[in-house]
């Protein structure tokens, strides 16, 4: 009997979700802002779940499936990507790392697994000058989603093909699965806009931002399009028909998708679905906004799941737990390559500056 257990750092709610046997023993929540004001929450709430023989563990940007005793400075550096300053001033983050820091201490079974850039499954010159092409949460949403379309479809892994939108509390991402593989991927800071993060950065706007603080990332999306940042997204829904600037928020925002949709269609031309999933795509109003420009290319549906309360990046990351200890989910672990992740998210850099980067950054943080 294999007991595994997921967990998705979201920027809204840090969800937990845990198989025993492959059967849900573990479905919960927690505040994000709780998790980075005490870490010591999550730990609990981890070990009071009993043994366990995997925990997959906050990944962030992602690490080549690395076990927690293994983790150093360099490795807490990759999964944030944030300086010692940035830390300070983004709470999540630096809340993130005590937390990590905290499970090693503890001997937690924890495993930090890939971001889409990391997969042997996405061809090289996909990943050409990109740092995000799908965090290891939204890559763990796409495992859900080969798994769950296999179960509604009645067919093998490796005939699943779909691109899956992920409209998440922050971010947007959208990536393209052929054969039970992810073969191509944009993340939130290489693709549309999100809520919250204004996606992919026009080159001229970075250039008069000079040393912009990570932060920066974090706006610009449809709330602040609307002039409401602190505005929820149920709410935004509500506003369309009778707020002219919530209207252009909700368009950007679902045009956003569509596009990144239609351009991940040279990659996978005939997807067998679309899923949904993310936040947004539980308010009914957007998720039938999003189907209606949508199954165009495919037949669009709502990824299903298995569990009632964590998000789908913590059922995925539970499915990973689940395979990469020999578990009932082993199949999908191996028919998605996971366990080939290699190298880390500079590697794919030609800009002129490519080198002073890695040196600054990876050597800086090796010790």
Not at 38 to 51: F, I, K, R, T
Not at 185 to 212: C, Q, R, V
Not at 215 to 236: K, M, V, Y
Request: net charge negative; with cysteine; aromatic share 8%.
């Amino acid at each position: 009997m294999t007991r595994a257990i997921g967990i998705d750092p979201g920027t809204v709610s840090f969800d937990v979700c845990g198989l025993e046997d492959g059967q849900v023993f573990l479905d919960t929540t927690v505040p994000s802002k709780d998790i980075a004001a005490n870490p010591q929450v999550l730990v609990d709430l981890l070990e009071s779940a009993g043994p366990v023989d995997a925990i997959v563990g906050p990944s962030g940007y992602g690490l080549p499936l690395v076990h927690i005793r293994d983790v150093g400075e360099r490795e807490l550096f990759l999964q944030i990507l944030v300086d010692p300053a940035g830390r300070e001033r983004i709470s999540v983050l630096g809340g993130l790392r005590r937390l990590v820091l905290m499970m090693k201490e503890r001997g937690l079974p924890v495993y930090f697994v890939p971001g889409v850039i990391h997969l042997p499954t996405v061809p090289a010159y996909r990943k050409a000058n990109k740092l995000d092409m799908g965090t290891a949460d939204k890559m763990c949403c796409a495992v859900l989603g080969v798994y769950d379309q296999a179960r509604h479809l009645g067919i093998d892994f490796d005939e699943t093909s779909f691109i899956f939108v992920e409209v998440g509390g922050a971010y947007t991402a959208i990536m393209a699965v052929d054969r039970g593989k992810i073969v191509d991927g944009l993340g939130g800071t290489t693709g549309s806009l999100g809520y919250y993060s204004l996606g992919a950065m026009d080159g001229e706007l970075a250039y008069l931002l000079g040393n912009f603080p990570k932060e920066t990332l974090f706006s610009g999306g449809a709330s602040f399009i609307a002039g409401r940042p602190d505005l929820a997204p149920e709410a935004l829904a509500e506003l369309v028909t009778s707020d002219g600037p919530c209207q252009a928020a909700w368009q950007a925002l679902v045009e956003g998708v569509v596009k990144s949709v239609a351009a991940e269609t040279a990659v996978v031309e005939q997807p067998r679905e679309i899923l949904l999933s993310g936040r947004l795509c539980r308010i009914a109003a957007f998720r039938q906004a999003l189907a209606e420009r949508l199954e165009r290319f495919a037949p669009v549906r709502r990824v299903a799941g298995f569990a009632s309360v964590a998000k789908e990046a913590a059922q995925g990351a539970a499915l990973i737990a689940d395979g990469l200890t020999g578990g009932q989910h082993y199949r999908l672990f191996e028919t998605m390559e996971i366990g080939g992740a290699c190298g880390t998210v500079f590697d794919y850099l030609y800009i002129r500056d490519a080198e002073a980067l890695k040196h600054k950054y990876l050597l800086a943080n090796s010790q």
